[in-house]
Nanobody, 116 residues
Framework: QVQLVESGGGLVQPGGSLRLSCAAS????????MGWYRRAPGKERELVAS???????DYSDSVKGRFTISRDNGHNMVHLQMNSLKAEDTAVYYC??????????WGQGTQVTVSS
């Protein structure tokens, strides 16, 4: 069993920054990909950013240049630095882990609200 625990969400003004963190624990044999998804009210869940075991990253067009994903393999953690936040970034953000068997694991979600 794998557990993912997110932290770092909250309320921030437009133009501000937040840093999300996710810690994975449990029976983890090999982590292939780690990433962040989000679901805004009334919208489908979408990929925000991901990083594979080799360190290659992928970003949604809507966050390129503003968000940075990083991975700490030694501690089984992934972070998302979010800068220049906009109202449209408001969503519940979910940590995602994909293991070597392509099994997906999800965190419980953390709310990010961008509002003045």
């Amino acid at each position: 069993q794998v557990q993912l625990v997110e932290s770092g969400g909250g309320l921030v003004q437009p133009g501000g920054s937040l840093r999300l963190s996710c810690a994975a624990s449990g029976r983890i044999f090999f982590i292939s990909d780690m990433g962040w998804y989000r679901r805004a009210p009334g919208k489908e869940r979408e990929l925000v950013a991901s990083v594979n075991s080799g360190g290659s990253t992928d970003y949604s067009d809507s966050v390129k240049g503003r968000f940075t994903i990083s991975r700490d393999n030694g501690h089984n953690m992934v972070h998302l630095q979010m800068n220049s936040l906009k109202a449209e970034d408001t969503a519940v953000y979910y940590c995602n882990l994909v293991d070597s068997r392509r099994q997906h694991y999800w965190g419980q979600g953390t709310q990010v609200t961008v509002s003045s």
